[in-house]
């Protein structure tokens, strides 16, 4: 079974600064996806970044990015130019490939930008 | 833009009632879930659905029951109430296209308190 571990329960950031956000992951598999999302206060969970594990290339997504690290199985998410409308639950999750399609999910950070 | 719909976004059930939580997408999604969100303890899998008239349990299914007549809803039902049901209920869709899966899209959650 694969565990996902997020080992930051709160994280603080100033406005405009840049935050790392760390995932662990135990798998034996070799292919997989993994995903950040993100959950405002307003509660709907979207989509931040979603990473293959078979591609080396870290996935972006504007100020978003990723620091895969395969063989660390750790994944942790980058965020450049906080902004005060990143405070949020982040999750990260992985997914085997194929299979049933359900993620694992981490137990998430909670996120504070400050002004 | 895409959605998944939630019915409610708070409820106040009192102990022993019939509780049902609807949820609805309009994406043809195959994969329909449930999950509870409790502080602390993240998301966790009640149960999830491939297809129409399909179900099956997920880690915390005891206490709850599902349906799906139609593949554009999945209902959460509780059959009767406790207190200890207390919690946020987020519904989830997936396309699983052969071996691509892009995430989930989540409903806006449902506040249930049992009372």
């Known amino acids: 079974a694969q565990t996902v571990t997020q080992s930051q329960p709160e994280m603080s950031v100033q406005e405009a600064e840049t935050v790392t956000l760390s995932c662990t992951y135990d798998?034996?598999?070799?292919?997989?996806?993994l995903f950040w999302y993100k959950q405002p206060p307003s509660r709907q969970m979207i989509l931040v970044i979603r990473q293959e594990a078979y591609k080396q290339q870290n996935a972006t997504e504007n100020r978003f990015s990723v620091n895969f690290q395969k063989a660390a199985k750790s994944f942790s998410l980058k965020i450049s130019d906080s902004q005060l409308g990143d405070t949020a639950m982040y999750f990260c999750a992985f997914m085997k490939y194929g299979g049933s399609y359900i993620p694992t999910f981490g137990r998430g950070t909670s996120l504070i930008v400050h002004p | 833009d895409v959605k998944v719909t939630q019915s409610s976004r708070y409820l106040v059930k009192r102990t022993g009632e019939k509780v049902f939580l609807e949820c609805v997408q309009d994406m043809d999604h195959e994969n329909m879930f449930w999950y509870r969100q409790d502080p602390g303890l993240g998301l966790r899998l009640i149960y999830f659905?491939?297809?129409?008239?399909?179900?099956e349990k997920g880690d915390i299914p005891e206490g709850y029951s599902v349906s799906r007549e139609k593949k554009e809803r999945f209902s959460l039902i509780l059959e009767s109430a406790s207190t200890n049901q207390t919690s946020m209920y987020l519904c989830?869709?997936?396309?699983?296209?052969?071996?691509?899966?892009?995430?989930?899209?989540f409903g806006s959650g449902t506040r249930l308190t049992v009372v």
């Open positions: 989830a869709s997936s396309s699983a296209t052969g071996q691509e899966t892009y995430g989930y899209t």
């Open positions: 659905s491939y297809d129409v008239k399909m179900k």
């Open positions: 798998t034996s598999e070799s292919n997989y996806y």
